[in-house]
């Protein structure tokens, strides 16, 4: 089992900037992700990254304003998020898999969420 704890969501205006970090622990894994989903819409995926890796990738929707980033040591995975627009709003949840790193696809271990809202 891989448990995992996100941590940093909250309040912000448009404009605004949020760092979310996620606390990995138990079971090895080499792909983590970042979803969001909003109220009355579906689960989305936002970013992923390749453990031990270089390898990230992102939904359209927030290419140029989120980075992934990794502490392997730490055993943490961050999503700095830049810009933010009251779009942005949702549950934003981590997320692990052993499996292809590159896809939305395949993610089999949840955190439990943390919110984040983008006032205009």
């Known amino acids: 089992q891989v448990q995992l704890a996100e941590s940093g969501g909250g309040s912000v205006q448009a404009g605004g900037s949020l760092r979310l970090s996620c606390a990995a622990s138990?079971?090895?894994?080499?792909?983590m992700g970042w979803f969001r989903q909003a109220a009355g819409k579906e689960r989305e995926g936002v970013a992923g990254?390749?453990?031990?890796?270089?390898?990230?990738y992102y939904a359209d929707s927030v290419k140029g304003r989120f980075t992934i980033s990794q502490d392997n040591a730490k055993r943490m995975v961050y999503l700095q998020m830049n810009s933010l627009k009251p779009e942005d709003t949702a549950m934003y949840y981590c997320?692990?898999?052993?499996?292809?790193?590159?896809?939305?696809?395949?993610?089999?271990?949840w955190g439990q969420g943390t919110q984040v809202t983008v006032s205009s």
């Open positions: 997320a692990a898999k052993r499996a292809y790193c590159g896809s939305f696809e395949g993610f089999n271990y």
């Open positions: 138990g079971y090895t894994y080499n792909c």
């Open positions: 990254i390749y453990i031990g890796g270089h390898m990230t």
